[in-house]
C-alpha cells in the first residue's frame, strides 16, 4: 500500500473550504467541476458546477475533497472517507473483499473514466473507505 489521505464531502461549499484550507495550510490547490469531466453528460445539468474532486497538496500533505453529487443530505460521521492508494490492482481487490465483509460494498472496484480502479466500501465499524490503484504510465 502506497498510502491513506482524508477525502472530505461538502454541501456546495467544497470550493470555497479548500481555498480556506489552501490559506490555511499552503500548497497547491486543484479542482474538477462535473460539467468539466466526462461525467458531465451523466448528470444533471443542475450539478455541472458542482466539484467532483479536489486536491490540495503541500509537500508530502495530501486533503482529498468533493461536493456531495450523489444527492440525499450529509450525515455527521458520514462527511469524511479514508481515501487508500494501492500499490496493485490485485492489492486492490483484496482489501476490498476483506474490508468489505461484514459491511457494505458500494461501489464494486472497476476502472473508471480518469484511468484508476477505484472501488467505495462501508465497513463492519461504519467507517466509509475509498480503494484506487493508479497504472503507472507506460
Known amino acids: 500500500m502506497k498510502r491513506i489521505d482524508a477525502y472530505l464531502f461538502f454541501e456546495n461549499e467544497c470550493r470555497e473550504a479548500m ?3 489552501q490559506q ?3 500548497g497547491e490547490l486543484t479542482t474538477t467541476k462535473i460539467g468539466e469531466s466526462p461525467a458531465a453528460a ?3 445539468a443542475d450539478k455541472h458546477d458542482m466539484i467532483m474532486h479536489s486536491s490540495l497538496t503541500n509537500g508530502e500533505m495530501t486533503l482529498l475533497a468533493a461536493d456531495n453529487c450523489m444527492g440525499g443530505k450529509l450525515e455527521n460521521g458520514k462527511r469524511m472517507a479514508l481515501s487508500l492508494n494501492c500499490s496493485s490492482s490485485e492489492e ?7 474490508l468489505s465483509a461484514g459491511g457494505k460494498a458500494t461501489h464494486t472496484p472497476r476502472v473508471e ?3 484508476d480502479t477505484f472501488g467505495m466500501l462501508t465497513d463492519k ?3 466509509d473507505w475509498m480503494l484506487s490503484y493508479k497504472p503507472e504510465a507506460k
Open 113 to 115: 473514466f480518469w484511468g
Open 24 to 26: 490555511c495550510l499552503g
Open 42 to 44: 451523466q448528470m444533471p
Open 92 to 98: 486492490l481487490h483484496d482489501v476490498y473483499n476483506k
Open 19 to 21: 481555498n480556506f484550507y
Open 125 to 127: 465499524y461504519e467507517v
